[in-house]
């Protein structure tokens, strides 16, 4: 059975650090690629990084490059964020990928974890 929990959510102040973290059972994160998206009320959702089963990275939106590091070890997928901005708040979301690539769209997803809050605030 496929599951993945994110964790790690809370409230941070601007140009704090934060790590989230997915837990992937059900499947090998040796097998598959994940990532973390992004949504804030009223945008659509946002992709923020992908890790391949080799550990490689891809990272999206002009905003969030340089800051975030997405990494993984056997079962967890983790997000490090640093240097977080008020409009970094949002609901972060871990997911596996339909494919063997990765991609910010929404429609590429096979499976979302629950979510987790982070709140940026000054």
């Known amino acids: 059975q496929l599951q993945l929990v994110e964790s790690g959510g809370g409230l941070v102040q601007p140009g704090g650090s934060l790590r989230l973290s997915c837990v992937a059972s059900?499947?090998?994160?040796?097998?598959?690629?994940v990532g973390w998206f992004r949504q804030v009320p009223g945008k659509e959702r946002e992709g923020v990084s992908c890790?391949?089963?080799?550990?490689?990275s891809t990272n999206y939106g002009d905003s969030m490059k340089g800051r975030f590091t997405i990494s993984k070890d056997k079962n967890t997928v983790y997000l490090q964020m640093n240097n977080l901005k008020l409009e970094d708040t949002a609901v972060y979301y871990c997911?596996?990928?339909?494919?063997?690539?990765?991609?910010?769209?929404?429609?590429?997803?096979?499976?979302w974890g629950q979510g987790t809050q982070v709140t940026v605030s000054a």
């Open positions: 997911a596996r990928y339909r494919g063997y690539y990765c991609s910010k769209l929404v429609r590429d997803v096979y499976s």
């Open positions: 059900g499947f090998s994160l040796d097998n598959y690629y």
């Open positions: 890790i391949d089963r080799r550990g490689y």
